[in-house]
């Protein structure tokens, strides 16, 4: 920006100084070769910075850039809620199905990523009632079928859901 | 697809807006001026995000049609003395043309004209300095708001599952506030006052005639806006839809199958996430929004300084051409063609911002 305001004011200047002495000169023979050598000047004066202006060191510095980060803190803040949203709908789930007061804690590998991947399923049973109208009416059946359903939505491997 | 009533969706979008970190905007929106604070509508971004989420802009055509035409009214009073001193200098100097001897004609006319000259470039300078500081702080303002924006809209896309357009728009979002804010800041901005130096320079005398370099630095302007717009505007388009798509798709299908693998939650969606989702989208677009409406709030004034400052001097130079000066007529009309530069810098930065952002509400749109 320097050098090139200082090149606009260099243009300026040679051209003003040659139409004061423009106007300062009598009209002579001499005038006319005077003006051509103002004219040469100021042509002198237009080129000669041009190749260090359009240098590659003034040219490489515009083209750097860095790329804007993501808010991590939202994207782990919205990760955990979206775990306990999904928490109270399984707990809502169980409960119609006639499994109340279950304890579900869903942990995933890393809250800090998008792709949010579940790692381990945590279900406590120690306030565990049961309904009459509820399908299994054993533990170890009902610990079966949520190994099963749990495996088969979140695509878990064995040994992930944990009984406390 | 709505399965939940509104208090519970706004409470998703309570909770959701409660975590982002808009401090950044909020200390934009601090520094402004109080024209600018009014016509934005709002001291903080959160609730001007609240106001866009629940349908009201705050703006009715007629308030901004007014305020338009406040700025336009207040700019040329504030236009006015230098439009009559121009007109005036350039009678008055006619006049003295006109009523000097005829015996040392040339010398003496050319004095007058060059003292004329003076005086209407000063009277233009001490205007055009203040207008190119001017373009130089809104574009300073844009970058400061894209720097305070972008990383906000590229969480909220990253949030709803938009990792094809993330990986899009990150690097554009980057190109546009540095290197393309960077040509024109330290490339197009001295191109204008190079162009206008020669259009004065030019016209001081008969036999110095530059013309021709201000053609050429103007042909240089156009061409490399242009290939700035078509390039970034085309990549970025092109890519950006076609991520969108990609990006809407998967989430689409995310919501009818079951086990394939989609950036949700481990290829599963449920009714309650989605809602998150919803809420996530819909506060991305108003970000979005609220940022475009910061913009357009904070570079209305200069943009209606510098058109009103350009008709002003076209004006002038109508007037001024029946005097008989003809060069004269010729410098003010070259500057005021010149300015059409500046009005294009500040204008195509900002057209510029609004597309890529337009793209970003646009993709990954799940609903």
Known sequence: MNSVSSYILTIAGVVLISVVVELALPDGQMSKYIKSIFSFFIIGVIIAPLPSLLSSKNVSSIFDYSEYQIQDGYIYSLNTSKLNTLEIEEEKFLMEEGYANVDIEITAEDLNVAELVVKNIYVNFDNLIIEDFALHKDIDEIKIYLENRYMDKFDLLQGSVIYD | ?367
Do not use: H
């Open chain 2, 1 to 367: 697809m709505v399965y939940a009533d509104d208090s519970e969706f706004n409470e998703v979008i309570d909770e959701e807006l409660g975590n982002l970190d808009t401090g950044e905007i909020d200390k934009i929106i601090d520094g402004l001026d109080d024209q600018t604070k009014d016509l934005f509508g709002d001291e903080s971004f959160i609730n001007k995000i609240y106001k866009i989420i629940s349908g009201d802009l705050g703006y009715d055509s007629s308030s901004i049609f007014t305020y338009l035409l406040d700025l336009l009214f207040d700019d040329l009073l504030s236009f006015l003395p230098i439009i009559s001193l121009i007109i005036s200098v350039a009678i008055l100097g006619s006049m003295v043309q006109g009523l000097k001897s005829k015996s040392n004609s040339t010398s003496i006319s050319s004095v007058i004209n060059f003292v004329i000259y003076g005086i209407i470039i000063v009277a233009i300078f001490s205007v055009l300095g203040n207008l190119i500081s001017s373009v130089i702080n809104s574009i300073t303002a844009i970058k400061g708001q894209m720097d305070a924006v972008f990383p906000i809209l590229l969480t909220l896309l990253t949030s709803i599952g938009g990792t094809v357009s993330v990986g899009v728009y990150q690097p554009a979002m980057a190109v546009l506030s540095t290197v393309v804010i960077n040509i024109f800041t330290t490339f197009l901005l001295p191109v204008f006052i190079f162009s206008c130096v020669l259009v004065i320079v030019s016209n001081l005398s008969n036999s110095i005639k530059l013309d021709k370099m201000v053609g050429f630095a103007n042909s240089l302007f156009k061409w490399v806006v242009g290939i700035i717009f078509t390039v970034f505007l085309g990549f970025a388009s092109l890519q950006g839809l076609t991520a969108g798509s990609i990006d809407g798709l998967s989430i689409k299908t995310a919501k009818f199958t079951f086990k394939s693998y989609i950036p949700i939650v481990g290829g599963y969606m449920s009714d309650g996430i989605f809602l998150m989702l919803a809420g996530c989208n819909l506060i991305k677009n108003a970000v979005g929004l609220g940022g475009l409406l910061l913009m357009f709030s904070t570079i209305i004034a200069p943009l209606i300084k510098i058109i009103v400052f350009m008709l002003c001097l076209r004006l002038v130079a109508a007037v001024v051409e029946p005097l008989g000066n003809g060069k004269l007529a010729n410098l003010i009309s070259g500057i005021a063609k010149n300015m059409q530069m500046l009005i294009a810098m500040v204008a195509s930065i900002s057209f510029m911002y609004v597309i890529l952002v337009g793209l970003v509400m646009c993709s990954a749109n799940i609903v």
